[in-house]
């Protein structure tokens, strides 16, 4: 019996051509990308938190601010 792919039952929300599994790959790249995008997230903190803890007066700590800010920052100022 001849293999025909327009035999398959095809569900009707697919778009005509498109791969069966074209959906999950999508949602499973979605997951992946939203999951390392959070963890890269937490990093940053971590790491900007680590950063100020090493701060030894009020103007390191102010310069580190302002470091961040020209690089990061963006939006409005709050100094």
Known sequence: MPHVDGMSLVPGYRRSGESPFAAPVAAITSV??????HA????????RGEDYARATDLPDLERMERDWDRRDGGGMRTW
Not at 32 to 37: G, N, P, R, T
Not at 40 to 47: A, G, L, V, Y
């Open 40 to 47: 890269r997230k937490s990093w940053e903190i971590r790491k």
């Open 32 to 37: 992946v990308v939203s999951w390392f995008e």
